[in-house]
């Protein structure tokens, strides 16, 4: 138990041995970053919002084989998905909710107890989950078939193994996204890629391509749609889609630093491979779109490039504002100047909705209390 290592620190100190108390210290350190980086890793995966999407979790008691909740690791993690605005369903052999709710009140850990829901099996806790995170390693927790887990799971499905209790390539082939902790994901080139009807994942490196605006914007039905944002996650399978049912389709991005650079790069690689070309293109370069708009005749636009994420806008508000506002009326302002004028399909966010509880949410539903700044400006 943590409070061990800190009656270890306190002796040490007391007893003059200040560097050893000062290593144990960092244990107790090391530990807190783990689970914040655990945590965080999590969110960063769901495309940087939890909110409103369903987590599943998978034991809560601080070791197998107990119900002792005492500095167990999911008080953290499921503190930190709460506070983002998650809905958590907890799936323990042992561990009853009272027990949970008295420990987090305990550490003064404020939570919204209706967002923490205790299932009465693991089925129950994954189904139309968006992730799994394994927190505590029961045995019984091997044994599952996450195979039929998967099919009831929202995709693309996520599964965190806090306990390296299972087997990576095993739930790979299923077609999990898997985060093992103290494991770091393949990095061989390849891009993974599940199409929309939910088939396991395949995996290729796409060969140089040279391919032309032109190209793109050739149709059979008719369109011609330019997608924004096509190096995103929703942009990047919105526009395959799309291209795949005959539409001419062009994607811009401007490849901002908020995901990594190197995995928007492969996107855009796999994308040419489908016969979509992205554009290196911000939303706020008026001239550029105004030409881009005048070369290709776009019929519809799909806009769904926005600077995302909930933690981030504490950080830098005006990227949210600069992208997801003015970005939006630039692109509509453009729009508007062309004859004839195309369509525009604006993708919005749950997050709109606020902490709405009510599930699934009707297009009828307030939209007034969003819980975020990314929300705030996805609805204005």
């Avoid at 806090?162 to 080139?189: C, M, N, W, Y």
């Avoid at 039905?221 to 919105?238: D, N, Q, Y």
């Avoid at 994607?251 to 040419?272: C, Q, T, V």
């Amino acid at each position: 138990f943590q409070k061990d290592i800190l009656n270890l620190v306190y002796i040490c100190e007391s007893e003059g041995l200040h560097e050893v108390a000062q290593f144990w210290q960092q244990v107790v350190q090391m530990n807190e970053h783990q689970k914040a980086t655990f945590s965080g890793k999590i969110i960063s995966s769901l495309f940087n919002t939890v909110t409103n999407k369903k987590i599943c979790i998978f034991g809560f008691a601080f070791k197998k084989d107990t119900g002792d909740v005492r500095e167990t690791p999911a008080l953290s993690v499921c503190h930190m998905l709460l506070q983002d605005g998650a809905v958590v369903h907890v799936y323990d052999p042992k561990v009853k909710r009272e027990d949970a709710l008295a420990e987090f009140r305990y550490h003064q850990m404020e939570v919204d107890e209706r967002r923490l829901i205790f299932a009465s099996s693991p089925a129950a806790a994954a189904e139309d989950s968006h992730a799994i995170v394994v927190l505590t390693e029961w045995d019984e927790f091997r044994a599952y078939d996450y195979g039929a887990f998967y099919e009831k799971m929202m995709k693309p499905a996520f599964l965190f193994d806090g306990r390296a209790l299972l087997s990576r390539a095993e739930l790979e082939k299923i077609g999990f996204e898997v985060h093992t902790i103290g494991q770091a994901r393949p990095r061989d080139g390849h891009m993974r890629i599940q199409d929309a009807a939910g088939s396991p994942p395949v995996s290729f490196v796409p060969p140089p391509r040279c391919l032309s605006p032109a190209e793109c914007c050739s149709s059979t039905t008719g369109k011609v749609i330019l997608v924004t944002g096509t190096a995103g996650f929703v942009g990047f399978h919105a526009a395959i889609a799309l291209k795949k049912r005959g539409d001419g389709v062009v994607g811009i991005d401007n490849f901002n630093s908020y995901y990594p650079a190197s995995f928007k790069r492969e996107r855009a690689k796999a994308l040419e491979e489908h016969g979509v070309l992205t554009l290196n293109m911000d939303l706020n370069d008026g001239e550029a779109l105004g030409k881009l708009f005048r070369e290709h005749g776009f019929t519809h636009v799909l806009a769904v490039a926005a600077q995302a994420g909930v933690r981030y806008a504490t950080k830098d508000p005006q990227s949210y504002v600069k992208s997801n506002i003015e970005g939006f009326v630039s692109l509509a302002e453009v729009a508007r100047a062309q004859d004839p004028m195309p369509r525009i399909v604006y993708a919005s966010s749950s997050s709109v909705y606020g902490l709405n509880t009510k599930v699934p949410f009707a297009e009828d539903d307030v939209v007034d209390a969003p819980a975020s700044l990314y929300a705030a400006t996805k609805k204005s």
